[in-house]
Antibody, heavy 122, light 108 residues
Framework: EVQLVESGGGLVQPGGSLRLSCAAS????????MSWVRQAPGKGLEWVSA????????YYADSVKGRFTISRDNSKNTLYLQMNSLRAEDTAVYYC???????????????WGQGTMVTVSS | EIVLTQSPGTLSLSPGERATLSCRAS???????LAWYQQKPGQAPRLLIY???SRATGIPDRFSGSGSGTDFTLTISRLEPEDFAVYYC?????????FGQGTKVEIK
């Protein structure tokens, strides 16, 4: 079964840091680009960051550029999101999502994790 | 950045009725890189349609997508009780990925 399981969310103070993880199983992880998408409470979906299958290409939304870093460890089938200089507006459920086609960087997201909540508050 | 505008914000319909959801892009979406997702409360989004008109694996044929350029439509031919949810369009062809603000389909 294809599955994504996020972890690492929690409560952090403004200006703090947090690292999210996404463990993948059931597919050839290194063949697929991966993304992080977030959803603030009661709001819509916002794409945050993407990484190619090899990890050689990364892409960020303007709202997180310079503060968040996406990475992956293909030997561990795990995706990461390092979040620094966190702000109240970063409060959201963070989902990891898998690209629907192998190799291709641009694509829809066919598998999503259950999400992990990040709360930025003093 | 391509901005996606969905309409209406809320659609109130009865089971068995037809639902028509619109997604308009601020500029042309390349190669019809347009997807639709369904999200129910407390759940992750689920991919329904990709490439503007291709159904994802396991999606019933009452869901269909159409359109090109800047105007796209998701149609649910006959609403089932489990179809009442929020629907998002997404483009993935330019400057990253962007989502529309969502259309809520509620029971009338």
């Amino acid at each position: 079964e294809v599955q994504l399981v996020e972890s690492g969310g929690g409560l952090v103070q403004p200006g703090g840091s947090l690292r999210l993880s996404c463990a993948a199983s059931g597919f050839t992880f290194s063949s697929y680009a991966m993304s992080w998408v977030r959803q603030a409470p009661g709001k819509g979906l916002e794409w945050v960051s993407a990484i190619s299958g090899s990890g050689g290409s990364t892409y960020y939304a303007d709202s997180v550029k310079g503060r968040f870093t996406i990475s992956r460890d293909n030997s561990k089938n795990t995706l990461y999101l390092q979040m620094n200089s966190l702000r109240a507006e970063d409060t959201a459920v963070y989902y990891c999502a898998k690209a629907d086609q192998p190799i291709r960087f641009l694509g829809a997201f066919d598998i999503w994790g259950q999400g992990t909540m990040v709360t930025v508050s003093s | 950045e391509i901005v996606l505008t969905q309409s209406p914000g809320t659609l109130s319909l009865s089971p068995g009725e037809r639902a028509t959801l619109s997604c308009r892009a601020s500029q042309s979406v390349s190669s019809s890189y347009l997807a639709w997702y369904q999200q129910k409360p407390g759940q992750a989004p689920r991919l329904l349609i990709y490439g503007a008109s291709s159904r994802a694996t396991g999606i019933p044929d009452r869901f269909s997508g159409s359109g090109s350029g800047t105007d796209f439509t998701l149609t649910i031919s006959r609403l089932e009780p489990e179809d009442f949810a929020v629907y998002y369009c997404q483009q993935y062809g330019s400057s990253g990925w962007t989502f529309g603000q969502g259309t809520k389909v509620e029971i009338k």
